[in-house]
């Protein structure tokens, strides 16, 4: 699976607005290809939108943006809200769960690891080893690893049911030793980055 991460900062005060406007236009975006997820940033930096677009390959991902063009009604009219845009396309590691609709929470951890070039096959076979245990904690949503746009990164979503769940389940990790998974003392790891989000009430993923 191929997932398109796209992120959207917005001028402040308008993110409200720039997801009525993503809402109205949706259906006709998805008669091409489902949403996988949207969320809005509540830690990290702030009035930003994240929205997550599955598809089965490479060649999916050009027909359908070949095919949005002709779509009367997308892209919604929200260029009047956006500051700044950034799109990436990611492979799913062989462990990952695919993006699949439902509810895991109401909040979820968007963590990214910007990697020692040639790095990331190290890091996926060393979580390949210890994800599972981790996995029995808190749901995960998606481990996946750059191939278009900002190179070298690992990104992992984790769903928890509030603010206290999350930080009850990552103690409760550290102290059965099932984190971190093991890659920090392979020296790999360059740098690292979070956004605590939230689902906007049309998202697949609540």
Known sequence: MIVEMRIDTLHPGTVSKFEERFREALPSRTKL??????????????NQVIHLWPYENLDDFARVRAAEV??????????????????????????????????????YDIRTETLVQGGIPHFISRWSERITERMKLSPLIATMHSEVGGLNKIVHIWGYKDMADREHI??????????????HDMGIVLRQEVMVVKPATFSPIL
Do not use: H, N
């Open 33 to 46: 290809s489902r949403l996988g997820a949207f969320w809005r940033t509540e830690i990290g930096t702030l």
């Open 70 to 107: 002709m779509l009367k009604d997308w892209p919604p009219k929200i260029g009047e809200y956006i500051v700044g845009q950034q799109c990436d396309l990611f492979t799913l590691a062989p462990f990952s769960p695919l993006i699949q609709p439902g509810q895991y929470g109401s909040v």
């Open 170 to 183: 990552r103690a409760e990790a550290i102290r059965l030793g099932v984190w971190p998974l093991g890659t």
